[in-house]
């Protein structure tokens, strides 16, 4: 699979990524660790070369450390995060990113993480993670026990001037680069290439949305009415030409994105098969075209920050 640099941190990663939440059971459903192992297990063999997790993700950073036994860890830029560990449970202090860099470290089995982020910023007066969680993991960074730090988050304002206003190695956002939204390469890129900073993209199918069953949490999602039509639309026009919704909004989020990497979460190794698919097959470009006729106007494309809580 096609390597590109994670910004200006050495590191070399994937064109798809893997996102673990699925992995850790309760959040996105149902899986076992065994499950979970043969998901890890097809990604490296696919040649994906970065892998995400996170405290929040239940017990995906145990199970994942688990997985990279047998020098399985050295094939991999291993990315995790602190502040969020429940719903509703965000600490930012100083003192927990710090002992919770390391409960992942003891979880995942290994002396380092290359990449290390806030966890879903916005849930957090942003005071707090201008004056406390940056500076903590930038003091991290400096202290050489990760390699690169940033932060994570919806909001494309958020990240934005987070990335202005401190040195960061790397933010990712998500649903920004989907078949109903462009931030991702109209707001996003800009501002992290004017900077130095890699970015990571992710929800490649808008949370669900882009799926032809609008996916497991469409009850809680946040988007607004005009993104759900628009979505239902794009669906339709989808199922009307015999093609998978999912695998075509894939296409357009890996390819076409910008973005260092695309991160896909799934507890199914055939979806991993199909992502890394997706990477490399042509693009209809007659059908996107009539799919991106379909998007919502470009001030309605995003939902509220902070909408969706879960």
């Known amino acids: 699979m096609q390597l590109s640099p994670l910004g200006t941190t050495g590191l070399q990663v994937s064109q798809v990524a893997l996102g673990t939440a699925p992995l850790g059971g309760g959040l996105f459903g149902d899986c076992d660790e065994q499950q979970a192992e043969r998901v890890v297990h097809e ?23 688990r ?7 050295d094939r991999v ?14 600490d930012v202090s100083a003192a927990r990113i710090r002992s919770s860099l390391q409960r992942s470290l003891d979880l995942l089995r290994t002396d380092h993480v290359d990449v290390f982020q806030l966890h879903d910023v916005e849930f957090v007066p942003l005071e707090q993670i201008r004056e406390v969680a940056v500076p903590a993991l930038l003091a991290l960074r400096e202290e050489g026990l990760v390699r690169a730090v940033g932060v ?11 990335v202005e206003e401190f040195d960061l190695d790397v933010v990712l956002t998500y649903a920004h680069a989907t078949l109903l939204d462009d931030s991702l390469m109209t707001r996003v890129l800009p501002v992290a290439e004017a900077n130095g900073t890699a970015v990571m993209n992710a929800a490649a199918v808008s949370l669900g949305l882009l799926t032809p069953s609008g996916g497991s949490m469409a009850a809680d999602h946040p988007a607004s009415p005009v993104i759900r039509e628009a979505a239902a639309a794009v669906v339709a026009l989808c199922q009307r030409e015999g093609v998978d919704v999912a695998q075509l909004a894939n296409q357009y989020s890996i390819q ?36 991106l006729a379909l998007r919502p106007p470009a001030d309605q494309r995003t939902w509220p920050a902070g909408g969706w809580r879960g």
């Open 43 to 65: 990604a490296l063999d696919l040649g994906i070369t970065l892998v995400d997790t996170s405290p929040y993700y239940g017990d995906a950073e145990e199970r994942l450390g």
């Open 67 to 73: 997985a990279l036994r047998g020098g399985r860890r």
């Open 152 to 162: 994570t988050g919806y909001p494309v304002e958020t990240i934005c001037a987070l």
């Open 256 to 291: 076409r994105s910008g973005a260092a990497t695309t991160v896909i979460g799934t507890r199914k190794p055939a979806n991993v098969r199909a992502a890394v698919e997706a990477a490399g097959e042509p693009i209809d470009e007659e059908l996107l075209a009539e799919v």
């Open 77 to 90: 830029v291993l990315a995790t995060k602190a502040g969020r560990y429940g719903s509703d449970d965000f």
